[in-house]
């Protein structure tokens, strides 16, 4: 419901331009207030940037600054002087804004321990995320046991690592790396508008293979459970 808000803000955008391109836009001075037209777009869209520092990371609002910037460009390139060309500009460029603010707060701005986020801006972020968070989890209880599995020549049972007797050997704040999220991402509708991405995670446990603990280290994984 959020994205298509989102897409919906975005097409009001476009239909508005347009109607005030289609009843005043001329090709009559555009050269002229190209250069200042121009000037004043990459200043809104330099500011924007500041303010909104997160939008190449995985709540990119890229989507949101390009179209609004380029309705922005060409009412002010194409549509002469008048009060109605005045107040279509201020509305687009609000909405360079509050459109890129809606994405970035639909998106979110880092992966948490139990991800909320419905939507992604960037699906390949997203997913390197979620890798490489599981690719250090899985380091580290690697490295707390490998002390444990010199000694061990025990054979162990297969199983999901955090309900096995390993735990005991594993300090309490380490059992959260038993655990980590594999992402799956989906289009909707207004994707290719908005560049937004549904984004569902699944949670993963750790599982130990079977055998020597030295042996069975080198093939722990991560699993859906």
């Known amino acids: 419901m959020a994205g298509n808000l989102n897409a919906l803000g975005l097409l009001l955008v476009i239909l508005l331009s347009g109607a005030v391109l289609m009843r005043h836009g001329t090709l009559m001075g555009a050269r002229q207030r190209t250069p200042r037209a121009l000037g004043i777009a990459f200043s809104v869209n330099m500011i924007a940037s500041l303010l909104l520092a997160t939008w190449l990371n995985e709540a990119n609002a890229s989507h949101q600054v390009l179209i609004t910037l380029l309705c922005l460009t060409l009412?002010?390139?194409?549509?002469p002087p008048s009060e109605l060309?005045?107040?279509a500009a201020v509305v687009v460029g609000l909405a360079h804004f509050f459109l890129s603010l809606h994405a970035i707060s639909?998106?979110?701005?880092?992966y948490t321990a139990r991800p909320r986020w419905v939507y992604t801006g960037n699906p390949k972020w997203a997913r390197e995320t979620s890798q490489g968070t599981a690719r250090d989890d899985l380091r580290e209880v690697r490295s707390w046991l490998a002390a444990v599995a010199e000694d061990d020549n025990r054979e162990y049972r297969a199983g999901w690592l955090a309900d096995s007797e390993f735990r005991r050997w594993l300090p309490p704040s380490y059992?959260?790396?038993?655990?980590?999220?594999?992402?799956e991402i989906h289009s909707f509708w207004h994707t290719p508008l908005t560049g937004l991405y549904g984004r569902r995670y699944h949670e993963l446990s750790l599982w130990y293979p079977?055998?020597?603990?030295?042996?069975?280290?080198?093939?722990l994984e991560f699993k859906p459970r």
């Open 75 to 79: 009412l002010l390139v194409f549509a």
């Open 85 to 87: 060309r005045t107040t």
């Open 175 to 183: 059992l959260d790396y038993t655990k980590a999220w594999s992402v």
């Open 210 to 219: 079977g055998g020597r603990l030295k042996e069975g280290l080198k093939q």
């Open 106 to 110: 639909l998106a979110g701005t880092a």
